[in-house]
């Protein structure tokens, strides 16, 4: 198993541009969660995707939104891009839902970076 | 609301030296605690969690409701030890995670 993978690796936009990045959970997980890590600062709470749910939010504004399929991947949508959303993205997957049951094990990232 | 401390960026130590990680937390019930860690050019990976009190890599935590604390020990430090160290605490949906602490390990 390649564990959580995530696409693409790399990304540049611009200002007022939107911006899908894509996740594939550990075969078998159900449960997706997305965090931004901005340099410096350990990774902040975006959403959480079980079963094909939100079950959770972070602070961020309704620029960001997200959805997960049938096949239990995720995408993560931000819309209307601003500098300060230039960050390493991050996507963490779990058997279980809640980060209290089960432990959730981390892709890759997706370095954005917005001009 | 949750929140997680870690007062050090960086800890440098040199090599059989023992290591502590700083972690506190702020939570108002039951609290599970995690820490991980980032290797260079790794992805964030566990690497010990409160509730299986487990040994990983010669680390353990203990988890201290007193003091509201939760400090990765370890007695000798190893130059493979050298990575980004995170506390985390899990609420229901979400990991809290803290700023991370830069651990260097010298020769």
């Known amino acids: 198993d390649a564990g959580v993978t995530q696409s693409p690796t790399h990304l540049i936009k611009t200002r007022g541009q939107q911006v899908t990045l894509r996740c594939s959970p550990i075969?078998?997980?159900?449960?997706v969660s997305w965090y931004q890590q901005v340099l410096g600062q350990g990774p902040q709470f975006i959403f959480q995707y079980y079963e094909k749910e939100e079950r959770g939010r972070g602070n961020f504004p309704d620029r960001f939104s997200a959805r997960q399929f049938p096949n239990y991947s995720s995408e993560l949508n931000v819309n209307a891009l601003l500098l300060g959303d230039s960050a390493l993205y991050l996507c963490?997957?779990?058997?279980?839902?809640?980060?209290?049951?089960?432990?959730?094990?981390f892709g890759p990232g997706t370095r954005l970076t917005v001009l | 609301a949750q929140r997680v401390t870690q007062p050090e960026k960086l800890l440098s130590v040199f090599k059989g030296a023992p290591v502590e990680l700083k972690c506190n937390y702020s939570y108002s019930g039951s609290p599970e605690l995690f820490w991980y860690v980032q290797y260079s050019r790794q992805r964030l990976q566990l690497l010990l969690r409160h509730i299986s009190r487990e040994s990983i890599k010669g680390f353990t935590a203990d988890l201290n409701k007193g003091e509201t604390s939760f400090h990765l020990k370890k007695p000798f430090a190893q130059e493979e030890d050298s990575a980004m160290y995170y506390c985390a605490l899990a609420g229901y949906s979400t990991l809290t995670f803290g700023k991370g602490t830069m651990l260097l390990v010298s020769p």
């Open positions: 075969s078998g997980h159900k449960s």
């Open positions: 963490a997957s779990s058997f279980k839902q809640g980060a209290k049951a089960d432990t959730q094990y």
